[in-house]
């Protein structure tokens, strides 16, 4: 699924007019309003009586080679929230080029961490993988689908995991989680994205180690035992990292000494780690067909969230993967309800697209065109800072940039407090 056949057309005419694709609705005009914000996007407000909804749709041609796509943490960091027009304004200062930008993952808001729920992937580096999501509010430990950019640069939505293996002289073992939670019997790696020592599982025995990134080569990483403690390594930074080692593994994390090299070798399947990658829930749209009815039965979701009408984000793919569609639906306010996942649907199709997926909503939906937000949030307290973005840049300022690794030291609009979450 990660790759769309058929022709690239596109009818422009599905965007300016909703027509009756709205589920249950009567044919009313729609009335739209549209603007190019950069070559090859363009930025429409549609307004239908019928919700009341007021939408906000971001188009983006692929096909045009002076755009690209990427996703951003908050703070540049894997810990720590930022409001969706602070991280345009601070990548733009760093000379990004940035056109747009939407808030994407869900992501942990009352802890105030703002870790993904999902995996990440930026400027094709694996910020967090794992292999099931890691929601509290999915019993059923389900895969949620995700949003990736390939290498190529087309979009393909589809139920990404981590797969990987930790190799050393003495033995092989499957790697858990990086910077995710320690996975039992697998050993789990945290980088220096992590920036901290993950909590250890306390029902299950668990071992340590401190490493030295010595080199990167496409999936596998090769790393060298520190001698320091492992106390000293509860701090990633730079080069270094921590092996965790849980139950079955324990014993053979315990025995690695300083000077061994390990070898981790991840990557993000089906199809290897992309470009960039970023979480959401639930997939919406299916070759053209809304599947937001089986939401609840297929991803975990509960009609509490599924069936009500909230603010939305979404992103969809139009057939062939030419045009990228970033949307987001205003909600909780009088001139626009919000929307149930169904309507959401009928509308990424009504819009073109030929897949789409749910992103993080509620309070966190923020669209941000020229470092302004275009949208109306719906927190009392406006814009919410949330964990990571979906990036529309200028190619020729996103590809002149050094690899965006993580920060060293805390940005200023970094937010490392929690909130009480009015959506969950």
């Keep these: 699924d990660r ?23 009567q044919p009313r005009p729609a ?5 190019v914000v950069a070559p090859g996007v363009t930025l429409r407000r549609i307004t239908r009586p019928e919700g009341p909804w007021v939408i906000h749709a971001l188009t983006v041609d692929l096909t045009r080679h002076e755009v690209a796509v990427d996703a951003a943490r908050a703070c540049d960091r894997f810990i720590g929230r930022e409001r969706p027009s602070a991280i345009s304004r601070r990548l733009n200062a760093e000379g990004r080029g940035v056109v747009a930008v939407i808030n994407a993952g869900f992501f942990d808001l009352e802890g105030g961490t703002g870790i993904s729920e999902s995996n990440v992937v930026v400027e094709g580096e694996i910020v967090k993988g794992v292999p099931v999501t890691e929601s509290p509010f999915d019993r059923r430990r389900h895969i949620h689908s995700q949003l990736a950019i390939e290498k190529d640069g087309r979009p393909a939505i589809d139920q990404f995991r981590l797969v990987g293996t930790v190799r050393t002289a003495r033995g092989r073992w499957p790697l858990g989680a990086i910077n995710g939670a320690p996975v039992r019997d697998a050993m789990s ?7 901290r020592a993950p909590r250890f599982p306390g029902a299950a025995r668990s071992a340590a180690v401190p490493l ?29 990292a921590l092996l965790v080692g849980t139950a079955a593994t324990a014993g053979a994390v315990a025995r690695m000494r300083a000077g061994d090299l390990v070898t981790v070798v991840a990557t993000i399947t089906p199809g290897g780690t992309p470009h960039a990658l970023v979480g959401g829930w639930p997939r919406i749209v299916r070759a053209g067909v809304s599947v937001a009815a089986r939401a609840d039965s297929a991803e975990g979701t ?5 069936a009500a009408r909230h603010p939305r984000s979404a992103a969809g793919i139009t057939r062939g993967g030419d045009t990228l569609l970033l949307v987001a639906v205003d909600g909780r306010q009088p001139a626009s309800v919000g929307m149930s996942l169904s309507e959401l649907a009928a509308t990424m ?17 923020t669209l941000v065109v020229g470092d302004s937000v275009v949208n109306s949030p719906s927190d009392p307290g406006g814009e919410r800072a949330v964990g990571d973005v979906l990036v529309v840049a200028r190619a020729s300022a996103a590809g002149s940039h050094s690899p965006h690794g993580p920060a060293r030291s805390l940005v200023a609009s970094c937010v490392m407090t929690g909130n009480r979450d009015p959506d969950r």
Excluded: H, K
């Excluded at 790696?189 to 920036?195: A, N, S, V």
């Excluded at 030295?212 to 270094?240: C, H, K, N, Q, W």
């Excluded at 199709?349 to 939906?365: F, H, K, M, Y």
């Design 302 to 306: 509960s009609p509490r969230f599924s």
């Design 212 to 240: 030295e990134r010595i080199r990167v080569a496409g999936d596998t990483l090769r790393y060298r035992v520190r001698p320091d403690g492992a106390d000293s390594a509860a701090e990633a930074s730079g080069r270094r």
């Design 31 to 35: 009335d739209s309003s549209a603007r």
């Design 189 to 195: 790696l945290y980088t220096e994205w992590m920036g």
């Design 3 to 25: 790759r769309r056949s058929g022709g690239t057309a596109w009818l422009a005419a599905a965007i300016a007019l909703l027509g009756p694709a709205i589920a249950g609705a």
């Design 349 to 365: 199709i009504g819009l073109g697209a030929w897949d789409a997926l749910n992103l993080d909503g509620g309070g966190s939906t």
